[in-house]
Each structure stands twice: as structure tokens, then as C-alpha cells.
Nanobody, 117 residues
Framework: QVQLVESGGGLVQSGGSLRLSCVAS????????MTWYRRAPGKERELVAD???????NYADSVKGRFTISRDNAKNTVYLQMTSLKPEDTAVYYC???????????WGQGTQVTVSS
């Protein structure tokens, strides 16, 4: 079955960096659109970054220039490199796959990122 497993979250000081990973299984990863979302306490879920099967990327304005999404199709993994972290980046970060062949979305369980001031 489809599985998405995020890792790499944690506690970091303002200005620090983290790299999130999402390992996928159960589908042809190279054909999937992969997206990172986040949900901060008391806020709506927010799209952070997206990467298409051909490597095209899109970012929320709030993270442009600080976050980089990338994928390694050989490892079935999508990454989110986060730099210059701010307290407002504190959230649970989720990985989502859109599998074109299934016309369905799948979500990971999330990983907590906490940025202290």
C-alpha cells in the first residue's frame, strides 16, 4: 500500500536549519507530484513547496529564498531543506503525494518542527 514517512523534524533555534525527508513506497514515485504542507497551531494548513515529476518547483511566498524542495527518484524521497528558520515556521510538516495514475492524494503522518526565538 501507499506509505509516506516523514522525518527530520525537531527543535532548532531561530536562524538555524533543518532538512526534512519523506520516503515513499507503494507507487511509482517518479510519476508523482510531491508537496510539503504545514499546519501551525490554530492556523489553517498551508502549502509550503511543491515539486512536479519533471522537477518544476513552487513555493509559498513566506518561504521563498529560505526553503528548497528537491527529490531523489532513485531513493523514492522528497526533501525540504529549510534555512534561516523563524519562530513562525513552527508547525507540523506533512508530505503529500498526488499519484496521477490513481488520481488520488496520499498524506504522511507529519513531523514536528519547532523554532525557538
Amino acid at each position: 500500500q501507499v506509505q509516506l514517512v516523514e522525518s527530520g523534524g525537531g527543535l532548532v533555534q531561530s536562524g538555524g536549519s533543518l532538512r526534512l525527508s519523506c520516503v515513499a513506497s507503494g507507487f511509482t514515485f517518479s510519476n508523482a507530484d510531491m508537496t510539503w504542507y504545514r499546519r501551525a497551531p490554530g492556523k489553517e494548513r498551508e502549502l509550503v513547496a511543491d515539486i512536479t515529476p519533471t522537477g518544476g518547483t513552487n513555493y509559498a511566498d513566506s518561504v521563498k529564498g529560505r526553503f528548497t524542495i528537491s527529490r531523489d527518484n532513485a531513493k523514492n524521497t522528497v526533501y525540504l531543506q529549510m534555512t534561516s528558520l523563524k519562530p513562525e515556521d513552527t508547525a507540523v510538516y506533512y508530505c503529500r503525494a498526488y499519484i496521477i495514475a490513481f488520481m488520488r492524494f496520499y498524506w504522511g503522518q507529519g513531523t514536528q518542527v519547532t523554532v525557538s526565538s
